[in-house]
T-cell receptor, first 114, second 113 residues
Framework: DTEVTQTPKHLVMGMTNKKSLKCEQH?????MYWYKQKAKKPPELMFV???????INESVPSRFSPECPNSSLLNLHLHALQPEDSALYLC?????????????FGPGTRLTVL | AQSVTQPDIHITVSEGASLELRCNYS??????LFWYVQSPGQGLQLLLK??????LVQGIKGFEAEFKRSQSSFNLRKPSVHWSDAAEYFC???????????FGSGTKLNVKP
């Protein structure tokens, strides 16, 4: 099973709301990732967790807050977002070596910020 | 700096015709190379990957890719395209030392009936 699940599929939120995106994998992978993808653009890396520790933060604004509660779960907490944050948010996981092992992607959460 | 270039933004081919999507990378050592496909509004699906060994790799859905070190290329090919292959294709380079993937800008494939 090479499935990464993400919830919700769609999310609409106002600029003052607080919401969370969730990602789950049961492949025993120890690296997990959040990407942001704008229309007609490639995915942009936001965060990398390796063995449940944040290893890369690509200078993402603090209104995005990642959390890795255990090796199977990855959350992205959202607060005070801007309309330009509207995008497809993709979660991925890989065996354990970021940058070397194959990344498996979830279907994404389509976020709209009003 | 590491980079991945996909020189073709859009490609249109007729159904049944052959396909080649180009990918060039810039990196000092042999990187880990991947091709992903993305249908509109969906996540990315791995087509194939190259880590080492045989430079011609086979993937899913009849795709193959060839690693050419001398040209720093990893082009994706398919001998006969099907209408369902219409999608966005991304080449990616994994750089272990930096714990990162670098994605190319993507090539959008249209298939004419």
């Amino acid at each position: 099973d090479t499935e990464v699940t993400q919830t919700p599929k769609h999310l609409v939120m106002g600029m003052t709301n607080k919401k969370s995106l969730k990602c789950e994998q049961h492949m025993g992978h120890r690296a997990m990732y959040w990407y942001k993808q704008k229309a007609k653009k490639p995915p942009e890396l936001m965060f990398v967790y390796s063995y449940e520790k944040l290893s890369i933060n690509e200078s993402v604004p603090s209104r995005f807050s990642p959390e890795c509660p255990n090796s199977s779960l990855l959350n992205l907490h959202l607060h005070a977002l801007q309309p330009e944050d509207s995008a497809l948010y993709l979660c991925a996981s890989s065996q354990d070596r970021p940058g070397a092992d194959t990344q498996y992607f979830g279907p994404g959460t389509r976020l709209t910020v009003l | 700096a590491q980079s991945v270039t996909q020189p073709d933004i859009h490609i249109t081919v007729s159904e049944g015709a052959s396909l080649e999507l180009r990918c060039n990378y810039s990196y000092g050592a042999t990187p880990y190379l991947f091709w992903y496909v993305q249908s509109p509004g969906q996540g990315l699906q791995l087509l194939l990957k190259y880590f080492s060994g045989d430079t011609l790799v086979q993937g899913i859905k009849g795709f193959e890719a060839e690693f050419k070190r001398s040209q720093s290329s990893f082009n994706l090919r398919k001998p006969s395209v099907h209408w369902s292959d219409a999608a966005e294709y991304f080449c990616a380079v994994g750089v272990y030392n930096f714990n990162k993937f670098y994605f190319g800008s993507g090539t959008k494939l249209n298939v004419k009936p």
